[in-house]
């Protein structure tokens, strides 16, 4: 084959790949814009507002925001029951609801995330400890799991509770969707991707200050707004700290007001004023 008429074809083929990639990127781009711009139907909005009546709270500049989110995150992720479980359309609204409410006026998604496993009430995890060379290895009961890159595992019989009771400052859906917003920075260790104008050296300063305070608070037997647990790790603190973030704000912003204000930088939201 002489040498122009094979260079010829080689180009062809890269420009038809080329093309067929840019038309894959564009179609995907569309798709996501007409999936945002759509409206949740009056049934399911009834759903969602009956089963995570925090919703009913937002202010209708963020109301608008959600239905597009809610049909981007079902259309993204697949939903399977554990243990018999059936998934019903109310507990995948539920749990999209409560997960998009965190994004709801962010650029932040969950682009890892494609799966959601529901049991039907607290499940059985293994748990690996490692001291030097030496591997233990136990099973403890959870409520809720997010793994890096997914997939998140929940109790539907906690889900459903946490999301009625929306002041009591208790929510594994958000708990384990904010280690999800977590580990897009590449690992879950309490520094998510910041927003712009958000400094990294400020949110270590508050938040490795509010996490020495709120350990020594647990270890001294004292109540505070944030959970116990947020004292097991700068992960757990982050994600406990995001709970009382939407449904316990004022409490929030009285008792820890830096971190309040970096949560709401983060997420672009004050929940302190919705009704």
């Given amino acids: 084959m002489p040498i ?36 949740l139907t009056s049934h399911q909005g009834d759903i969602i507002e009956q089963q995570v009546p925090i919703i009913r709270r937002l202010p209708a ?12 995150f ?24 409560q997960a998009c409410l965190l994004v709801i006026n962010s650029d932040l998604w969950y682009d890892n995330l494609t799966t959601i496993l529901i049991y039907p009430n607290a499940f059985k995890s293994k748990q690996q400890r490692r001291s030097g060379y030496v591997v233990s290895e ?27 009771d929306d002041r009591d400052g208790q929510n594994v859906v958000l708990h384990e969707f904010a280690h999800q917003i977590d580990d897009l920075s590449g690992g879950t260790n309490g520094v998510p991707i910041l927003s712009e104008g958000q400094s990294f050296a400020e949110w270590e300063k508050v938040f490795l200050t509010a996490y020495d305070a709120h350990v020594h608070a647990v270890e001294s037997g004292r109540r505070t707004v944030i959970d116990p647990y947020g004292a097991t ?8 700290s995001v709970e009382v973030f939407f449904e316990r704000p004022r409490a929030l912003k009285h008792e820890v007001p830096e971190v309040y204000e970096q949560l709401s930088k983060l997420f672009r939201l ?5 009704a």
């Fill in 4 to 39: 122009v008429s094979g260079m010829f074809i080689f180009l062809t083929t890269a420009l038809l790949i080329a093309g067929g990639i840019g038309y894959y990127l564009w179609s995907k781009k569309q798709a996501r814009a007409a999936l945002l711009a759509t409206h």
């Fill in 61 to 72: 500049s963020l109301r608008s925001h959600l239905d597009g989110k809610v049909n981007l």
């Fill in 74 to 97: 079902l259309d993204q992720v697949s939903f399977y029951g554990c243990d018999g479980l059936e998934v019903t359309e109310e507990m995948e609204l539920s749990i999209a609801a």
């Fill in 138 to 164: 136990k099973e403890i009961v959870r409520t809720g799991e997010s793994w890096d890159r997914g997939p998140v595992i929940l109790s539907w019989a906690h889900s459903r509770q946490g999301a009625l």
């Fill in 233 to 240: 790790g700068h992960e757990e603190f982050f994600a406990v």
């Fill in 270 to 274: 004050n929940p302190v004023d919705w």
